[in-house]
């Protein structure tokens, strides 16, 4: 079956950096379009980045872009959320995505 884990959330202080990691199983990796979602409290679930399968095309939310960067190791079905200059408005629970299935995700508080 389909397996989606993330790690690397935590507590940062504004201005710090994070990076999350996915590890993926039970479909082909290398040929998906993979994402990173996130939810904040009372706030519904948006779409952070996503990466095509082969890793060439990135989009992003337009609320991260410059500070945040995906990317993925096809060798290890794992994709990566590199998060620079994080705000406490990326406070959130942050899921990895391979349509229609979502890892547990990982909470990131980003607090003074």
């Known amino acids: 079956q389909v397996q989606l884990v993330e790690s690397g959330g935590g507590l940062v202080q504004p201005g710090g950096s994070l990076r999350l990691s996915c590890i993926a199983s039970g479909f082909t990796f290398s040929s998906s379009r993979m994402n990173w979602f996130r939810q904040a409290p009372g706030k519904e679930r948006e779409l952070v980045a996503t990466i095509t399968s082969g890793g060439v095309t990135t989009n992003y939310a337009s609320s991260v872009k410059g500070r945040f960067t995906i990317s993925r190791d096809n060798a290890k079905n794992t994709i990566y959320l590199q998060m620079n200059s994080l705000k406490p408005e990326d406070t959130a629970v942050y899921y990895c995505?391979?349509?229609?299935?979502w890892g547990q995700g990982t909470q990131v508080t980003v607090s003074s």
């Open positions: 995505n391979k349509w229609p299935y």
